[in-house]
T-cell receptor, first 114, second 114 residues
């Protein structure tokens, strides 16, 4: 399996319900980021959680990071039809010589039914 | 408005005909990168640049060239496109080269090579 693997691949819920997406990775990271992509469009950054953080909130978003299990979850509360999109986790690995590498997972497709 | 722009947005070409996809950012970002997105594979990094005249290969650099002569521009060059380069391409930029900041993505270029 690849770094930054999301689960589930697809998720369909009713408006108002919560949506949870999970991400697993293999190597030590500097930080982990979640992005959103509306069909065929550019990715939009949602939230960044650093390796020494365990939980972060932004509006209706809650992200957790468990570095011992090498996993993260994204929770969207009280979902809306406008939340329908693909969600990607991206793990950021720093290099000792400077620079960094970002590895994206294949994404979770979320469909919120009105 | 802070943004990353790409041109063209859509391109249909034939095998072997050289093409360039332009990318420009107006945020004075140090780091710029090119990704390709294919169904089921997420985003894969092609090349990245940490500064003017400093570029390096990502995970899938074969068949591509880049240059960074100015800080704001990072064109992607396909010298001899082939059908397996049919994909959705994204340019992205980030404030620093440490990986501690989010990436800003362009709107994407959908390339078809026949």
């Amino acid at each position: 399996s690849q770094q930054g693997e999301e689960d589930p691949q697809a998720l369909s819920i009713q408006e108002g319900e919560n949506a949870t997406m999970n991400c697993s990775y293999k190597t030590s990271i500097n930080n982990l980021q979640w992005y959103r992509q509306n069909s065929g469009r550019g990715l939009v950054h949602l939230i960044l959680i650093r390796s020494n953080e365990r939980e972060k909130h932004s509006g209706r978003l809650r992200v957790t990071l468990d570095t011992s299990k090498k996993s993260s979850s994204l929770l969207i509360t009280a979902s809306r039809a406008a939340d329908t999109a693909s969600y990607f986790c991206a793990t950021v690995l720093g290099f000792n010589t400077g620079g960094f590498k970002t590895i994206f997972g294949a994404g979770t497709r979320l469909f919120v039914k009105a | 408005e802070a943004q990353v722009t790409q041109n063209p947005r859509y391109l249909i070409t034939v095998t072997g005909k050289k093409l360039t996809v332009t990318c420009s950012q107006n945020m004075n970002h140090e780091y710029m990168s090119w990704y390709r997105q294919d169904p089921g594979l997420g985003l894969r990094q092609i090349y990245y640049s940490m500064n003017v005249e400093v570029t390096d290969k990502g995970d899938v650099p074969e068949g591509y060239k880049v240059s960074r002569k100015e800080k704001r521009n990072f064109p992607l060059i396909l010298e001899s496109p082939s059908p397996n380069q049919t994909s959705l391409y994204f340019c992205a930029s980030s404030l620093s080269t440490s990986g501690s900041y989010e990436q800003y993505f362009g709107p994407g270029t959908r390339l078809t090579v026949t």
